[in-house]
């Protein structure tokens, strides 16, 4: 064999070797990735109740605000109830006269009655003041605030408005009973929008026969627009996609990608409309790691 031969002969060899580097740098990983099996945690959507609602805030309001004015002016004698003071319709409030008796002919000019059963919010007088007026009226001597229903008044989006009707259920957190729901519903929709906030109020009323709840408190309101049950739902995470919504599902041991249509979200639950059946095993760990046909090992999410 010739010396061009040889060097002829190991080029060829120097090539080909080159050349098998070349397609196993290529083929090698993609056949590895190919075959490797990717862990994954499934679940079955679920049938279950769902509820779009929106969260506002309001103080909380008397039901009723009455002022309350003597028939005449004068000196103020007797005061016989503090702010705070529940009281019932017809209740003795005030005197003109000190120890008047219930027999004499001015007794009701110069005793001062509640008009309303409630809660005494304001005393404007004290003992020794005089009674003003003011356009030929007496001056209010007390605020009673009728408190058997209070009511929240909060705004709405224009975007929820179509939602609320009157009768809309909502429950009420105050943060004088932290670890309490309270329940009211819409009473009243103000018809208008307003063209600077985009929103309108509604009034919420709320029952309060132990008058527990006060005027001024704070409150936060959900108000429950959409109820919906008995629907397939699934944990929101699972889903991908900006426009076009999918999921990934385990099929015959391989990840198998499938559009789906969602409805209302609560929180981290969405509703599923279409795509999916109760008996789909939806990738919901290893979700954002696996392609279309991708090679898994499941076991069951709780």
């Not at 003795?92 to 007794?107: C, D, N, Q, W």
């Amino acid at each position: 064999m010739t010396l061009k031969r040889i060097i002829t002969g190991i080029l060829i060899l120097i090539v080909c070797l080159a050349a098998f580097r070349i397609i196993y740098k290529i083929a090698g990983p993609k056949k590895a990735l190919e075959e490797r099996v990717i862990p994954v945690i499934v679940t079955n959507p679920k049938l279950g109740d769902i509820e779009y609602k929106v969260t506002l805030t309001g103080d909380i309001k008397a039901e009723t605000e009455v002022n309350v004015k003597p028939r005449t002016t004068s000196r103020v004698e007797e005061i016989f109830v503090d702010e705070g003071d529940y009281v019932e319709k017809g209740a003795r409030l005030l005197a003109f006269v000190k120890g008047i008796s219930a027999e004499s002919e001015i007794y009701e000019d110069m005793i001062v009655r509640a008009p309303v059963s409630g809660l005494v919010g304001m005393k404007l007088v004290k003992i020794g003041e005089q009674v003003g007026s003011s356009s030929g009226s007496p001056n209010a001597v007390f605020v009673i605030y009728g408190i058997n229903n209070v009511k929240i008044y909060a705004d709405v989006s224009e975007k929820d408005y179509r939602l609320v009707k009157k009768g809309t259920l909502a429950e009420i957190r105050l943060d004088a009973y932290p670890n309490e729901i309270f329940r009211g519903q819409v009473n009243n929709i103000r018809p208008v929008i307003d063209p600077l906030t985009r929103t309108t109020q509604v009034e919420i009323i709320l029952p309060n026969s132990r008058h527990r709840i006060k005027p001024g408190m704070f409150a936060k309101v959900d108000l429950i627009l959409q109820n919906k049950r008995n629907v397939l739902t699934l944990p929101l995470d699972a889903v991908l996609g900006e426009t076009d919504k999918y999921v990934f599902v385990s099929q015959n041991g391989a990840a198998v990608r499938k559009p789906v249509t969602l409805g209302m979200q609560q929180g981290d639950i969405v509703e599923v409309l279409s795509g999916l059946t109760e008996s789909d095993s939806v990738i919901i760990v290893g979700q954002r790691i696996v392609e279309d046909g991708s090679k898994i090992k499941e076991t069951t999410g709780q």
